[in-house]
C-alpha cells in the first residue's frame, strides 16, 4: 500500500469484460515529503476520486480481486482511500 497523487484518467473504449463501467485512473506513487516519484500506474477508483488528490493504492492483485470478489478481474493497483494528511513523528538528530 502506498500514498499517490491522481495526475490523470484513462479512457477506454474497449475493456474486459469484468471491469465492466469502472473508473481506471493514472496515479504517482508519492515519497513522504510528497514528492511524486517513479512511474505511473493505472489504478481502478472504486471510492470515486479526481485528479490532483492524494490518495491511498492497493498495488497486489489479491486484494482487487477480494474487493471485487471476482477472480478474474484483470486488476493489480486500487484506489481505497483518500489521504487527508499523513501525521509523522520526525527525531531530531542528537
Known amino acids: 500500500m502506498y500514498l499517490a497523487r491522481v495526475i490523470g484518467d484513462v479512457v477506454s473504449t474497449h475493456r474486459h469484460e469484468h471491469l ?27 471510492i470515486g476520486v479526481g485528479v490532483g488528490e492524494k490518495v491511498l493504492v492497493v498495488q497486489e492483485g ?10 478474474n478481474i484483470p486488476v493489480q493497483a486500487v484506489v481505497v482511500g483518500v489521504v487527508d494528511r499523513v501525521d509523522l513523528e520526525r527525531q531530531t538528530p542528537e
Do not use: C, T
Open 20 to 46: 465492466g463501467q469502472k473508473k481506471l485512473l493514472l496515479v504517482r506513487r508519492l515519497d513522504l515529503e510528497e514528492r511524486e516519484e517513479g512511474s505511473e500506474v493505472i489504478a481502478l477508483d472504486v
Open 62 to 71: 489479491n486484494a482487487a480481486r477480494s474487493l471485487f470478489k471476482d477472480p
